[in-house]
């Protein structure tokens, strides 16, 4: 139950998100920053020693972990570059605006956010602690999930009114996901796989998606500050959790 609880703070962050990047785009930089921070901070002092108690209780192999980690990774990394190949196609034509390539990419960000609200469900069943930090986490990111989802569609000539019905299905998304997994256990081992998989992927989120992004406009103590305030936030949940 506390997995959905937790899921519906993510539609409220997604919502926002969206709204947020309509009123202050020219902040979103430092929302980045720190976003990136505790996407860090999740893998390096939750979901690794969760993953190192794993595997010594249950004596798996640590290699299998890790090469979910790079799978995790590099199947991000993989889709990202795939539909960045498209919009560099599209860009040869920048004087042509298509609606549908919004669209497809606000339902991709939505099948993101559904596997974010797993994500939630299966944190808890591996325990409580590791349930909610992997949901903060997913708080955190789903406020850029917000952010990207109202850009892609008003960047593609969608009206506002569109934009936000496909923001508020973005929202959705990661409380069907986490609803999900009321229905269905898994075993230790693949837990521990998904955790290894789930690090892999905030790794790339963080460092070389969100982190990137933010930099692109403007580097700063200031916005440096906020990516290790971000880390640090983590650490102290975790402690007290």
Same mark, same amino acid.
């Given at each position: 139950?506390?997995?959905?609880?937790?899921?519906?703070?993510?539609?409220?962050?997604?919502?926002?998100?969206?709204?947020?990047?309509?009123?202050?785009?020219?902040?979103?930089?430092?929302?980045?920053?720190?976003?990136?921070?505790?996407?860090?901070? =999740?893998?390096?002092?939750?979901?690794?020693?969760?993953?190192?108690?794993?595997?010594?209780?249950?004596?798996?192999? !640590?290699?299998?972990?890790?090469?979910?980690?790079?799978?995790?990774?590099?199947?991000?990394?993989?889709?990202?570059?795939?539909?960045?190949?498209?919009?560099?196609?599209?860009?040869?034509?920048?004087?042509?605006?298509?609606?549908?390539?919004?669209?497809?990419?606000?339902?991709?960000?939505?099948?993101?956010?559904?596997?974010?609200?797993?994500?939630?469900?299966?944190?808890?069943?591996?325990?409580?602690?590791?349930?909610?930090?992997?949901?903060?986490?997913?708080?955190?990111?789903?406020?850029?999930?917000?952010?990207?989802?109202?850009?892609?569609?008003?960047?593609?000539?969608?009206?506002?009114?569109?934009?936000?019905?496909?923001?508020?299905?973005?929202?959705?998304?990661? =409380?069907?996901?986490?609803?999900?997994?009321?229905?269905?256990?898994?075993?230790?081992?693949?837990?521990?796989?998904?955790?290894?998989?789930?690090?892999?992927?905030?790794?790339?989120?963080?460092? !070389?998606?969100?982190?990137?992004?933010?930099?692109?406009?403007?580097?700063?103590?200031?916005?440096?500050?906020?990516?290790?305030?971000?880390?640090?936030?983590?650490?102290?949940?975790?402690?007290?959790?």
């Amino acid at each position: 139950m506390e997995a959905i609880v937790l899921s519906v703070a993510t539609f409220f962050s997604t919502l926002f998100g969206g709204l947020f990047a309509v009123r202050f785009k020219h902040k979103l930089h430092l929302i980045m920053g720190f976003t990136a921070g505790v996407l860090l901070g =999740v893998v390096s002092f939750d979901i690794f020693p969760e993953i190192i108690d794993q595997i010594n209780v249950n004596h798996f192999k !640590s290699i299998e972990v890790m090469v979910a980690l790079v799978v995790g990774f590099l199947l991000f990394h993989i889709l990202e570059k795939f539909i960045a190949i498209h919009h560099s196609h599209e860009g040869h034509y920048a004087e042509h605006k298509h609606p549908h390539v919004g669209v497809f990419s606000a339902i991709a960000l939505a099948g993101h956010s559904f596997m974010d609200g797993v994500g939630i469900g299966l944190g808890f069943q591996v325990n409580p602690a590791v349930g909610l930090v992997v949901a903060i986490a997913v708080i955190s990111h789903d406020f850029t999930d917000g952010m990207n989802t109202i850009s892609l569609m008003l960047n593609s000539n969608n009206t506002t009114k569109k934009s936000k019905i496909f923001l508020i299905v973005d929202a959705l998304a990661p =409380v069907l996901g986490a609803l999900s997994t009321l229905f269905y256990k898994f075993s230790p081992h693949f837990l521990v796989l998904y955790l290894g998989f789930f690090a892999g992927f905030l790794l790339y989120i963080g460092a !070389s998606d969100i982190l990137p992004e933010a930099h692109s406009k403007q580097s700063s103590g200031k916005l440096i500050a906020l990516t290790v305030l971000g880390a640090g936030f983590v650490f102290l949940v975790t402690r007290f959790t």
